[in-house]
């Protein structure tokens, strides 16, 4: 049943990236890592419930992973999960020229 | 793509379909990290961490604060495999290995107290630790190292 669990599991991180609030959760821990719920939903025009509804996603995807530190509870960004994919389609052939391709993208919408 | 600074704390999880005593034989033996760690052979012992590169040159050495096989085991971190990072503070990493009880383990690796050594931070973050958990997820689940 490996391969079903392996489906399972990129089903929930794609479920979990296919949601613009998620994706700017991930964005916001992305730029600084190990922040508190209260942190979090200081940027966000949402509730406390919905936030914390949208983080228990990710962490359920294994995206976030939440630690306690004294009386916080820290949020941080686990990337893993995107490797996994990343490394089921491309492997160390290609990856240059995908690289390649991601920075003209960048370099060419930057300067324009 | 935005580069984001140094964290100073950095959490990776990964599952990987094995026994919590493999893992931990995976992590702590030289002749199995020496297959998905940047080719480091790591001897950990209950007091000593000693990594060495493929031709002996010494990568990492340092105390080993907790062992607690096969479920926890946390140790300093001396980047001495690069001449730019030899001088900065010690840092610390810590491995959890939590049993799923459906054949696979959740691994869990801290690498903290960075605040000392933010070039070691950058150069470990993301396809750092990724690149040597994703292999030795693949070496675990496949008995081949990824290419």
């Known amino acids: 049943m490996v391969t079903y669990t392996r489906l399972v599991d990129d089903d929930r991180v794609f479920k979990a990236l296919g949601d613009p609030t998620r994706r700017h959760l991930l964005d916001r821990l992305f730029e600084r890592d190990g922040r508190t719920l209260t942190e979090l939903e200081s940027e966000l025009e949402m509730t406390r419930f919905g936030v914390m509804k949208h983080l228990r996603l990710l962490e359920e995807a294994g995206l976030v992973v939440a630690r306690r530190q004294g009386r916080e509870k820290l949020h941080f960004l686990n990337p893993v999960p995107i490797r996994l994919i990343h490394d089921r389609w491309i492997d160390k052939f290609t990856e240059h020229r995908v690289a390649a391709l991601a920075d003209l993208k960048s370099e060419l919408e930057e300067s324009a | ?147």
């Not at chain 2, 105390?63 to 096969?70: G, Q």
């Not at chain 2, 959890?96 to 959740?106: N, R, V």
Request: proline share 6%; hydrophobic share 35%.
């Open chain 2, 1 to 147: 793509m935005t580069t984001a600074t140094a964290q100073t704390t950095q959490v990776y999880q990964i599952f990987i379909k094995a026994t919590p005593e493999q893992i931990w034989e995976a992590i702590t033996t030289p002749e199995f990290t020496a297959r998905y760690f940047h080719g480091a052979r790591i001897q950990v012992t209950a007091d000593h961490y000693q990594s060495n590169g493929p031709n002996g040159e010494t990568w990492g050495d340092g105390p080993v604060f907790e062992f607690d096989a096969p479920r926890r085991l946390v140790h300093q971190w001396r980047s001495l495999y690069d001449p730019d990072l030899v001088a900065e503070e010690p840092s610390r990493v810590t491995w959890e290995i939590a049993d799923q009880d459906d054949g696979t383990c959740l691994l869990t690796v801290t690498h903290d107290r960075l605040e000392g050594a933010l070039k070691t931070a950058a150069s470990v973050a993301g396809p750092g630790w990724m690149g040597v958990l994703s292999s030795l997820k693949t070496l675990l689940e496949t008995g081949e190292p990824l290419t």
